[in-house]
């Protein structure tokens, strides 16, 4: 499937036509012949140095034309666009990019943003568990000691802004120090709750989706213990993978300042 900027709607939509060469046949049971060039793409799959080099381009296109303009809509519609289009919008074209590449970059930028609005509440009381006293962390993130929800919704928003505004790699490491800390409030939640005895009720903030998990009222300790161990091992995993994620960004913003994050 081909795709196209369109920089007016800071959109990446697919192309309805693409594939399908109209015959001009009146006879209907003759559909649209297939395009030669799907049809050696079906047989062989598309070139995947052609679909780099697209992914490549279109990231660095964007970055580009947002940080040079003077037009406050323009930047508007590129960093809401996940809100209006949807996150396959740019999933299409940069989800299964590299982490140490431009557009393996922006997209976490863009997963982030949307993780952190939606989990906003939750998140803001991860970062009170992860860092309950400020710290460097605090400082570079830009967040407060004690933020609200309000607070997290403002950061998400401003560490996109700053990639494609302001210098690029500073976004990257305020996304970092942000990814780092509510990490850490997940693995030191994780850790009460794999402590917890049978006589403990087990309970924590999901934050991939915002659930809560609690020990229904007369359940064995075994079973509430199991729970709290499962519930456990998930904040954890989740954990590892916000701790990767801030890896990348760390990284990304050294190849920046290298010339090399393309």
Request: proline letters at 4%; a neutral charge; one cysteine or more.
């Amino acid at each position: 499937m081909s795709t196209n900027m369109h920089y007016g709607s800071g959109s990446v939509v697919p192309s309805r036509s693409a594939g399908f060469t109209n015959t001009g046949s009146p006879r209907p049971a003759r559909p649209g012949q297939l395009d030669q060039m799907m049809a050696d793409n079906i047989a062989g799959g598309a070139d995947p140095a052609e679909i780099n080099e697209m992914c490549h381009a279109s990231a660095a296109a964007l970055l580009d034309r947002v940080h040079h303009t003077q037009d406050a809509e323009l930047v508007e519609r590129v960093l809401t666009l996940v809100d209006r289009e949807g996150v396959y919008v740019i999933a299409e074209l940069w989800s299964h990019a590299d982490p140490d590449s431009l557009p393996g970059i922006l997209w976490r930028l863009y997963l982030l943003r949307t993780w952190m609005r939606k989990n906003r509440e939750s998140i803001a009381r991860l970062w009170r568990v992860g860092e309950p006293v400020a710290t460097t962390a605090s400082a570079i993130a830009g967040v407060d000691q004690a933020p609200t929800e309000n607070d997290i919704a403002r950061t998400a928003d401003s560490i996109l802004a700053g990639a494609f505004t302001g210098d690029f790699a500073v976004a990257l490491e305020r996304a970092a120090a942000f990814t780092d800390v509510v990490a850490l409030g997940l693995r030191i939640e994780a850790r009460k709750l794999a402590s917890l005895d049978g006589s403990s009720e087990a309970g924590s903030s999901d934050v991939s989706d915002g659930s809560a998990t609690s020990a229904a009222a007369g359940s064995r300790p075994s079973a509430v213990e199991k729970r709290a161990r499962a519930k456990a091992a998930k904040l954890m995993h989740t954990a590892g993978n916000l701790f990767a994620t801030a890896k990348d960004f760390r990284h990304g913003a050294n190849l920046w300042r290298r010339g090399r994050l393309e």
